[in-house]
Nanobody, 124 residues
Framework: QVQLVESGGGLVQAGGSLRLSCAAS????????MGWFRQAPGKEREFVAA????????LYADSVKGRFTISRDNAKNTVYLQMNNLKPEDTAAYFC?????????????????WGQGTQVTVSS
């Protein structure tokens, strides 16, 4: 059974940083694409970043490019999202997701497994 468990959310002031972690278990994830999405109250869940587990190739939403960095630690089976220069509009629940087919990286429909989410709140 695939499990994705997020951690690292919290309250931070604008301009601050947080690092989110996603611990993945239940299978080997080589060949998967791992993604981060976020959902603010009353809004659709939106793509943030993704990384190919094997190659390390990454993709970012324009809104976070240059501020967020996605990475993975193969030994720990963990994916990270380093978030710098946070803005109040980054406030949302952040979800980790796993994509078996490695297609449609930026579309939530391409992801097969989801974590429960971790809340990030950025105060102005």
């Amino acid at each position: 059974q695939v499990q994705l468990v997020e951690s690292g959310g919290g309250l931070v002031q604008a301009g601050g940083s947080l690092r989110l972690s996603c611990a993945a278990s239940g299978r080997t994830f080589s060949g998967y694409v791992m993604g981060w999405f976020r959902q603010a109250p009353g809004k659709e869940r939106e793509f943030v970043a993704a990384i190919a587990w094997s190659s390390g190739t990454t993709l970012y939403a324009d809104s976070v490019k240059g501020r967020f960095t996605i990475s993975r630690d193969n030994a720990k089976n963990t994916v990270y999202l380093q978030m710098n220069n946070l803005k109040p509009e980054d406030t949302a629940a952040y979800f980790c997701a796993a994509n078996r087919r490695g297609t449609t990286w930026g579309n939530r429909s391409g992801y097969d497994y989801w974590g429960q989410g971790t809340q990030v709140t950025v105060s102005s």
